[in-house]
């Protein structure tokens, strides 16, 4: 099948390339490398350094020809885009848009998305979240994201291209850029690999439901072959507070730090967990990474990274 992925220089979308290519797949990468890195780009994949706003869009289809689109590329950093939500909307939904029309043109079967789960809905009413769950983001990139759903669903409707919504809880993992606000494990990590202290915003007992990346890439696999648009939330269910990651890292490190504290940040919201019950019944997916085992490998990633560098 030939896969365009968006995105696939950043963390988890060259996860999602690398398990596209194992199984075969024909893969080209769109990415501005706006946070993205060339050495996250997977050598078998063909690559198009463009932006997904911009009109040159059009020539990566014409080259490209992708039968399914893989949208991973958008502008993450939740506090940037309470204050900068113009900005954020320019790339996650402008940026989308301008994506979906080329899909459109060029006659693509369907569409993933790489969609939140954890930013959607505000303080949850209940917990595990589920996909009925009230839509009330609070913060401009939970709007920003959750509208391209409803322009997949009018693809469909109008032009009859099939989606799937994968909406991600905390993603964490190999690749995963420490500048980004839900890399917590890889900021944790790398602090302590440097023996400099970590900090925790709020008093450690702030909840997030956490997801090997290789569980996520192994979802999107499962997508492809989905006969069904639908949207899905991922996620293990499981509350893990701030203090059992920053535990969890300190183990793994083999570090003895102490955590310091600072107030919460604005449009993070306090507990989540995500009811994946839907995704197992239709896609027949299950995570399969435990946390402590999916920390202790991210720890020996970032580990090797830091040994590379200073050599
Ligand atoms: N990391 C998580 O826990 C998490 C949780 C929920 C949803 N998501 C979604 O998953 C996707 C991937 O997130 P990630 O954590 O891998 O982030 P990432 O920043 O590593 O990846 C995003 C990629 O998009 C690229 N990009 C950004 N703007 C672009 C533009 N205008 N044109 C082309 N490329 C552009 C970046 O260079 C980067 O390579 C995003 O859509 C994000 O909203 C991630």
Known sequence: MKILVTGGAGFIA????????ALGHDVAIV???ASGKRENLPSAAAFYEVDIRDDKLADVFRAAKPDVVVHHAAHIEVARSVREPAYDASINILGSLNLLERCREHGVRKIIYAGTGGALVGEPIYIPVDEAHPIDPLAPYGV??????????TYKANHGIEYTVLRYPNVYGPRQDPHGEAGVVAIFSLLMLAGKEAT???DGT?????VYVGDIAAANVLALNSPVSGVYNLGRGIEVTDLEVFEAVRAAVGSDTQP???PVRPGEVEHIALDSSKAQRELGWNWKVDFKEGVAKAVDFYREQVTRENT
């Open 14 to 21: 060259s996860h999602v390339s690398d398990a596209f290519l």
């Open 31 to 33: 990415d501005n490398l």
């Open 144 to 153: 920003s994201k959750h509208t391209v759903e409803h322009y997949l669903f």
């Open 200 to 202: 925790i915003f709020g």
């Open 206 to 210: 702030k909840t997030r439901d956490y």
């Open 260 to 262: 310091q504290f600072q």
